[in-house]
């Protein structure tokens, strides 16, 4: 089964369910990443809401950022 396919099932599940899906997804994604470095992860995210609070850089929609990602890996 593609991705595709599996994302359009996913997203015809009932609410709760793509809920809870999405959160095992997280949580799948977030053990892999656990051996990386926190702080410096939080200290990079202090950083870049500096950079957006202050106007040095402009925010991305959530649309435009998820087609940018569609489209680097095919799927758009």
Partial sequence: MSTNEIAS????????????LAQALWE?????????DELEALRESIRRDRELSSGEVIG?????????ARQAIGCG
Avoid: F, K, W
Wanted: glycine share 4%; no cysteine.
């Fill in 9 to 20: 099932e996913a997203i015809a599940l009932p609410l709760p369910e793509r809920v809870s």
């Fill in 28 to 36: 799948s994604i977030d053990m892999e990443l656990s051996g990386s």
């Fill in 60 to 68: 991305r929609t959530h649309e435009d950022v998820m087609a940018s």
